[in-house]
């Protein structure tokens, strides 16, 4: 199970944002971070825990190992408010798990 | 580029069936492992199954286990999701998502791209 606080972070452009995600046990570094703009796909913001995917910017970042995990954005864009969801995959067994998502708004 | 194209979906009585589709261009689609997840209105994400490569490996959720098939047709680049004794609280946006990477070891990975999504809802 992830959990994810907070349930809504209001927040001001060019303030920092920190989301965190809690696994019920040791997921190694097996998690990435997805953002959901209304009406859109999510898309890859952050894997492996770390790893900022392609075309991602550098305000994102990704740390943490075990159970727990934060997603920074060190200094708020305006198109980067939205939905942001952790998850966690396992190879064996396959499981592949979403947290319930952190709604970043315009405060 | 690399698309996602779902089809499929729309509005389907309990227990009756329907077949998603997800047209695939842009990539070699052989060589990446496929999900599917699926939204409830206002809800969060489920991924609901996944398949290898070269479908020798699925997974299921329990809340879909022995109703849903995944599978793939490599030569024309498509998955599909069968689904089969729908229930009301199947009703969600339907994504299918291609592995963000393709590393050789089989495993799948993480989500991205995600095609646009199908709406399949379940009402009598």
């Known amino acids: 199970v992830l959990t994810q606080s907070p349930a809504t972070l209001s927040l001001s452009p060019g303030e920092r944002a920190t989301l965190f995600c809690w696994a019920s046990q040791s997921v190694g570094t097996y998690v990435a971070w997805y953002q959901q703009k209304p009406g859109q796909a999510p898309r890859l913001v952050i894997y492996?825990?770390?790893n900022r995917a392609t075309g991602i910017p550098a305000r994102f970042s990704g740390s943490g190992s075990g159970t727990g995990f934060t997603l920074t954005i060190s200094t708020l864009e305006p198109e980067d408010f939205g939905v942001y969801y952790c998850q966690q995959r396992s190879n064996w067994p396959q499981k592949y798990t979403f947290g319930q998502g952190t709604k970043l708004e315009i405060k | 580029q690399v698309q996602l194209v779902e089809s499929g979906g729309g509005v389907v009585q309990p227990g009756r069936s329907l077949r998603l589709s997800c047209a695939a261009s842009g990539f070699t689609f052989s060589s990446y492992g496929m999900h599917w997840v699926r939204q409830a209105p206002g809800k969060g994400l489920e991924c609901v199954a996944v398949?290898?490569?070269?479908?020798?490996?699925?997974y299921y959720s329990e809340s879909v286990k022995g109703r849903f098939t995944i599978s793939r047709d490599n030569s024309n680049n498509t998955m599909y999701l069968q689904m089969n004794s729908l229930r009301a609280e199947d009703t969600a946006v339907y994504y299918c998502?291609?592995?963000?990477?393709?590393?050789?070891?089989?495993?799948?990975?993480?989500?991205?791209?995600w095609g646009q999504g199908t709406l399949v809802a379940v009402s009598s």
């Open positions: 492996d825990a770390s």
């Open positions: 998502a291609r592995d963000y990477y393709s590393d050789g070891s089989g495993h799948t990975n993480w989500l991205d791209p």
């Open positions: 398949i290898w490569y070269d479908g020798s490996n699925k």
